[in-house]
């Protein structure tokens, strides 16, 4: 199995603030990183595909970079909405693992 | 517009089968490239993949439940079913199917049903 580990697993933050969570495969997965968030007692969103590609709906404030083996996504001016969970997941192959989470608090 | 359903027990006792149906609309399982899975997360904790079957019947599973899964899937009905035997109080979780597309996004979950809480206890 492909191991998915996030880092941090919290971060806290103030509206405003750009932050980047990073996610570190265990071998390599190309692009086929995803992004999701949830927030308290809702389904997870998609955010970012294929390491980068904005799911439609999404603000841009949200971006992903990353290829191989290490991932990252970006918010660049935290919105008060944006205080969710945070997964990473691989598809590049079976099982499908996700990352561990990355929780984002208010400061 | 894709929207997906869980349903099935929310209690289930020790050893039983917990039997899981997934109803969607907006999509067909028999278009190339598109997939239903399974996901489930204990409450407090994260997300776990479990199965995935694809529009060519193809069947994924985690390896570490792989021997207690079985999804299906009845393309007229629009319905994916997963079976998880010899249920456990560590199974206790809300249990999610996602619609992914293996070509065009990825493999990624675009849209989620809303969940279903499934609390194993005698």
């Not at chain 2, 027990?9 to 899975?37: A, D, N």
Request: one cysteine or more; aromatic letters at 10%.
């Amino acid at each position: 199995d492909i191991q998915m580990t996030q880092s941090p697993s919290s971060l806290s933050a103030s509206v405003g603030d750009r932050v980047t969570i990073t996610c570190r495969a265990s071998q390599s997965i190309s692009t086929y990183l995803n992004w999701y968030q949830q927030k308290p007692g809702k389904v997870p969103k998609l955010l970012i595909y294929a390491a980068s590609s904005l799911q439609s709906g999404v603000p841009s404030r949200f971006s992903g970079t990353g290829s191989g083996t290490d991932f990252s996504l970006t918010i660049s001016s935290l919105q008060p909405e944006d205080f969710a969970t945070y997964y990473c997941q691989q598809s590049y192959s079976t099982p499908r693992t996700f990352g561990q989470g990355t929780k984002l608090e208010i400061k | 517009q894709i929207t997906l359903k869980e349903s099935g027990p929310t209690l289930v006792k020790p050893t039983q089968t917990l039997t899981l149906t997934c109803t969607f609309s907006g999509f067909s399982l028999s278009t190339s490239g598109v997939g239903v899975g399974w996901i489930r997360q204990p409450p407090g904790k994260a997300l776990e993949w479990l199965a995935l079957i694809y529009w060519d019947d193809d069947k994924r599973y985690s390896p570490s439940l792989k021997s207690r899964l079985t999804i299906t899937k009845d393309t007229s009905k629009n319905q994916v079913v997963l079976t998880m035997t010899n249920m456990d109080p560590v199974d206790t979780a809300t249990y999610y199917c996602a619609h992914s597309r293996r070509y065009s996004a990825y493999g990624s979950f675009d849209y989620w049903g809303q969940g279903t809480l499934v609390t194993v206890s005698s």
